[in-house]
């Protein structure tokens, strides 16, 4: 029986299988490993993005207020991106901490639409980063001002590479000016009609708090009511629940309204979890009941 | 798990049992593709697709596979394929990588893609035959 030249064809091709499962067999271990230590987190962190101008140490004073009433205290983590997309940190999270407050600053914190875009992208950097150093499987989101912006244009355009794994259960967006510095509804800004138009992009199982702040009967100072109130063409009858709330009285400046005592009670109730939520690692399929 | 391994199985025998030119060429030149799950270039090439030959085989192969697989499944003999698998890993890895690397699957779809090659040979050396009569009837014609 004369050799067959095709045997040594099919001999090559399995030893150039054999050669590359070898590596694909540990990204695979490692990359399984990694979702079910995500499955099993009861991680859920708080992820905080200041607003126009503002610097990661924007919310200092809000945390020690979230803090100063509870018996366990949320660890702060600051994150700042560069325009490079290099992240600098900064605190730390602490090993028993379930709910740490991850706050994302940017070196570029101007106003405008182009700069909000070009913001989205770094957050996604230091989500993705966040994805890859801590396991967790939801998280809370909170926008002071351009802030929700920012978390608008990121659910809408990055979101959905995370969505199978990593879900937003809240959304709370504070003074967040969805129409800019317009304060009539009949001329929609650009950035508002690019919203609007892109809403069916929303995840359908969020729930959204938009709280604005109200100085005189118009605005908080900086941000007409109007345009906090342009939200409701994005987020109303596209997510699970959308409510809108004014805060007035003192503190209820645009500026001031991260300290403001009523907003960090309404950052207590709705954004932070409740106090008697079972935060156990769902039981093993395996183990035996007792 | 199912029809992953089919087309490598036709491969593998028309490469070892060499008796049509035109065929060995059409399986030589998608080796690599199929060997990486890319099926179509073979299907249109042989051709597998309204080719009451082979088409009939290419669809009942795969079902044998997928009853086999789940009746072993049942048994409890091999895990089922949970994890996420990249597109583009070879056929016979798949159900491999799916189950977090049990070894008892790599056996298994070994196993299944040596019953494709015995359930195959019957097929192809029938696709010869008519292949031969009607090259011949068309030399009657001319």
Known sequence: ??????????????????????????????????????????????????????????????????????ATKHSVLKIKVSTKGTLSYSGAIDKDDNEPIIVVGFQNNHDGYSNIKKQAGWLDQAFYTLTQNYHFNNFKAFGHSNGGLIWTYWLEHYYSSYAN?????????????????????????????????????????????????????????????????????????????????????????????????????????????????????????????? | MGGASVGLALIVIILLVRENKQNENIAKINLLPVVFNSNWGFMVGMPIILNPVL?????????????LASAAIALHIIAPCVYPVLRGTPGILISFFGSNGNWVNLVFSILLFILDIVMLIPIGSLGQRIEKGLREREQKNE
């Open chain 1, 165 to 290: 794994e990593i879900k937003m259960k809240r959304l709370m967006t504070l003074g967040t000016p969805y129409n800019f510095s317009e304060s009539n509804l009949k001329y929609r800004t650009q950035m508002l009609e690019d919203f609007i138009k892109n809403k069916n992009k929303l995840p359908k199982n969020l729930v959204v708090y938009s709280l604005s702040g109200g100085k005189s009967y118009e605005s908080d100072g900086i941000v007409p009511e109007a345009s906090v109130a342009a939200g409701k063409y994005i987020f109303q009858n596209q997510v699970k629940s959308y409510t809108a709330m004014t805060v007035t009285g003192s503190e209820a400046d645009h500026s001031d309204l991260p300290q403001n005592e009523q907003v960090v009670r309404l950052i207590k109730q709705y954004l932070l979890e409740k106090k008697n939520k079972n935060l156990r690692p769902p039981r093993q399929a395996n183990k035996k009941r007792q």
């Open chain 2, 55 to 67: 088409f009939l085989p290419f669809i009942i192969i795969p079902v044998v596979n997928v009853l």
């Open chain 1, 1 to 70: 029986m004369s050799k067959n030249p095709n045997l040594k064809w099919l001999i090559l091709t399995l030893l150039l299988v054999i050669l590359l499962a070898i590596p694909g067999y540990s990204w695979m271990k490692k990359d399984n490993w990694a979702r079910a230590q995500r499955q099993k987190s009861v991680l859920s962190p708080v992820i905080m993005v200041p607003g126009s101008s503002a610097t990661t140490e924007r919310f200092n004073q809000l945390v020690r207020q979230l803090n100063s009433k509870t």
